[in-house]
């Protein structure tokens, strides 16, 4: 009895240790994507002042949209398309990353 919980204890050493060095390379792989998670992260703040804006104000929101659409009719579009683009893959990464976190083991 006592060798099988000796066995488990130097197993569990192991699998720490190995967790440690993944979390560490993870670290390592993701850290020249940092400065990208920030601009992003300042475009969504961005996104939501002007939702909020929008809200507050409708008649400028729905005035910049028209000067927009008046001015360059494809190139909205094609920001529109861009935008809705990137929205839908926020929202698939914002899935994953609830999974990802909701799996991790807590740090402390």
Known sequence: MRESLIAIAERRTRL???AQTERELLAAQLQPTDGAALLVQSALRVAQRALERSRQHPLFMTALVALLVAL???RALGWLMKGWSAWR????AQRW???FVGRAPDAA
Request: no cysteine; aromatic share 16%.
């Open 97 to 99: 990353w609830r999974q």
């Open 89 to 92: 893959l926020y929202r698939g």
């Open 72 to 74: 360059r009719p494809r």
């Open 16 to 18: 720490l240790a190995r």
